[in-house]
């Protein structure tokens, strides 16, 4: 699976049919995440980067992005968006979350915010990739402040009029090696009590954000 990521990294984008069909996830589920400017985030699974610029938005020069992932090429394309674009306020890691120290989160965010955890978690097209996505969830518990935001994007099957558009969804989902019946965001649904969620392109784009207690 991680061989799958690393060759295709600089093509991800493309392969993704990213700005047709899902980039308005990135856009949805980073605006109803809600930062405020001088946030600290997470950026779980980031890959190649796409969802930098639109967090950098949100929390502005004096907050922090930290990204994390597994593949090394993925995080080269990062890193050189993050070069190319002069962001002085983006730390990258890489590691596999489910091996990961949640130390290795919290002592990032105490030398770029002087806090022990994150403000905001936010996860797109991550946790259906990895074999067993709790523990990446677990992670992001353990890093987050009480009270932080999260937000998780993932993809299921299309439904309804859209059904038809299935087999393609199942195609893209097994390109990218997730798994489309994962559906991690019930995890966040269960955990926070003002969990908002929104379907998007006819069920395949599941978007939930809430707040942690």
């Known amino acids: 699976m991680l061989k799958r990521y690393t060759a295709g990294a600089r093509l991800y984008?493309?392969?993704?049919?990213?700005?047709?069909?899902?980039?308005?996830?990135r856009f949805s589920g980073i605006n109803a995440l809600r930062t405020a400017r001088g946030d600290i985030v997470l950026d779980l699974g980031c890959g190649t980067g796409l969802n930098l610029p639109l967090l950098l938005d949100r929390v502005g020069a004096d907050g922090h992005?930290?990204?994390?992932d597994r593949s090394s090429s993925m995080l080269a394309v990062a890193r050189d968006r993050v070069r190319?674009?002069?962001?002085?306020?983006?730390?990258?890691?890489?590691?596999?979350?489910?091996?990961?120290?949640?130390?290795?989160?919290?002592?990032?965010?105490?030398?770029?915010?002087?806090?022990?955890?994150?403000?905001?978690?936010?996860?797109?097209?991550?946790?259906?990739?990895?074999?067993?996505?709790?523990?990446?969830?677990?992670?992001?518990?353990a890093v987050a402040r009480p009270g932080a935001r999260a937000g998780i994007v993932d993809m299921a099957l299309p439904t309804g009029a859209a059904a038809v558009f299935a087999p393609l969804?199942?195609?893209?989902?097994?390109?990218g090696g997730a798994d489309i019946t994962a559906r991690p965001w019930q995890a966040l649904e269960r955990a926070a009590a003002d969990a908002e969620h929104t379907v998007l392109r006819g069920g395949h784009i599941h978007v939930v954000t809430g707040t942690l207690p």
């Open 13 to 25: 984008a493309v392969h993704s049919v990213e700005r047709i069909v899902y980039r308005v996830g």
């Open 169 to 175: 969804a199942r195609l893209a989902c097994a390109a």
């Open 65 to 68: 992005v930290i990204g994390v």
């Open 84 to 141: 190319r674009n002069g962001w002085s306020n983006v730390s990258l890691l890489e590691a596999d979350v489910l091996l990961l120290d949640p130390a290795q989160i919290t002592s990032l965010a105490l030398r770029q915010g002087a806090r022990s955890r994150v403000d905001a978690a936010f996860s797109s097209y991550a946790m259906s990739v990895f074999d067993d996505w709790m523990p990446a969830w677990e992670l992001l518990r």
